[in-house]
């Protein structure tokens, strides 16, 4: 169990009594998403422009994004062990730690993604890859990472389940830097549609490999729950929290727990899926309007970085050439203060905050793995907290939101 001095530092901010401004998650799917055009023509077109956008030649459409991770492991044989950060989403690694040799952790740069020198003191014959995760949409430096990877003989994999499509380093897609990008249609990723993911690679034998794999069929009971838990929770939280029965809900909750739910036991067996023709169909209307999406995030995330950039108690997200961010959540860092208080503070002024990703090596099941000196990734971990920048977000927001956060 995640052990932390701060007795609010496991508990997410309380959710406001009315809201000012949109969730943090935005979802973008409408429900004539499901009605218009043909599921079954979507999926052949949904590969396609993923594969342009990503700078990827082939693309394996599949349940969820996990399920590429599993097919890397079985039908490709990368079985050793994969260095990760310990800021990840706990199923996907609870499903590689126990598909293969075991996971690595290495420390994190200032940006929350893996620093590329953490990889270079754990790699050893023992690693077959590298899981670069470009999280909170700021990208890893995939350039280094590459280096290293070319170097020592290592699979690059991009995990880009927060990553928009379209950007580059360099002249090069991110996405493509890899040997495999993963990716996830989510309601809380990009595409922010009803689940879904996608393998892609430019790479014949792996592509080969991942399509001998014998996937089960796609799962329309999950979609069609998915279709009804997104909309309740995201789209209708507004409301039903104002609700009598929806009050105990404002809460501040432990988030750890709650992770740690996930047993680590959990995917000892796996089943990889096919995605559904109807989620193939929502991902494909969102994929179609991400440019937009895209700018809208980029300049809700400027203006709010104009707005507090003289604040000293603040590190704001940056982008860069080499490390572009798209902004798929803004992340604050205190430098002082809590984020605990700050999220009560806002949730007062209708602003919903919250934080993600508790560091995997000090939660059940994970702290043996092997790791570097973590102390930066749970130093962010502990000081940071999400704000509501979305597509979603007006201008308007967007300074009332600055405001309260300058009023702290």
């Known amino acids: 169990m995640l052990a932390e001095t701060d007795a609010n530092a496991r508990l997410q901010p309380a959710k406001p009594a009315s809201y000012r401004l949109p969730p943090v998650v935005q979802p973008v799917w409408r429900w004539r998403d499901l009605l ?5 023509a979507s999926l052949e077109a949904l590969r396609a422009e993923l594969c342009r956008r990503y700078g990827m030649r082939h693309c394996l459409l599949l349940d969820r994004a996990r399920s590429g ?5 079985k039908s490709f044989a990368l079985d050793r062990e ?25 420390e994190v740069d200032e940006h929350m993604t893996i620093d590329p020198a953490s990889v270079e003191r754990l790699a050893n014959a023992s690693t077959c890859a590298i899981l670069a995760t470009h999280t909170y949409g ?19 994999v ?15 897609a991110i996405g ?42 796609a799962n329309a009971e999950e979609m069609r729950e998915r279709v009804r838990t997104t909309y309740v929770a995201y789209r209708l939280k507004p409301m039903i929290l104002r609700l009598p029965a929806g009050r105990a809900h404002r809460d501040a909750n432990d988030g750890v727990a709650e992770i740690e739910k996930f ?13 559904h023709p109807l989620q193939a169909k929502v991902a494909l209307a969102c994929l179609r309007r991400e440019e937009e999406l895209l700018q809208r995030r980029r300049s809700n995330a400027q203006l709010l970085i104009d707005r507090l950039r003289d604040l000293e108690w603040l590190q704001l997200p940056e982008s860069s050439a080499a490390q572009p961010h798209t902004y798929t959540y803004f992340p604050l860092v205190l430098r002082q203060g809590s984020r605990f208080e700050l999220g009560a503070h806002l949730a007062a002024r209708g602003i919903e905050t919250k ?26 971990w502990a000081q940071h907290l999400l704000l509501p920048a979305g597509c979603a977000t007006s201008t308007e927001q967007i300074e009332f939101l600055a405001a309260s956060v300058r009023q702290r």
């Not at 700021?138 to 690059?156: Q, S, W």
């Not at 393998?199 to 399509?211: F, G, K, P, S």
Request: with cysteine; aromatic share 8%; proline share 3%.
């Open 36 to 40: 218009l055009g043909s599921a079954n």
């Open 82 to 106: 994969w260095i990760i950060t310990t800021l990840m989403h706990r199923p996907s690694c609870v499903l590689l730690q126990n598909q293969c040799a075991g996971v690595v952790f290495a």
């Open 176 to 217: 493509s830097w890899g040997d495999a990008t993963v990716l996830s249609f989510n309601v809380d990723k990009p595409l922010g549609a009803i689940l879904g993911g996608a393998l892609l690679t430019n790479r014949d034998d792996v592509w080969q490999a991942v399509c001998k794999y014998d996937l089960g069929t």
């Open 355 to 380: 934080w993600r990703l508790p560091p995997l090596h000090l939660q059940a099941g994970f702290q043996h793995a092997r790791r570097d000196n973590l102390e930066r990734s749970v130093q962010l």
């Open 263 to 275: 047993d680590a036991g959990t995917y000892k067996t796996y089943t990889a899926r096919r995605i």
């Open 158 to 172: 991009e995990n880009a389940v927060h990553m928009a499509s379209g950007c580059q380093v360099g002249g090069r």
């Open 138 to 156: 700021k990208a890893a430096d995939v350039a280094a990472l590459r280096a290293i990877a070319d170097a020592r003989g290592l699979f690059l």
């Open 69 to 73: 991770l599993y097919l890397l492991c």
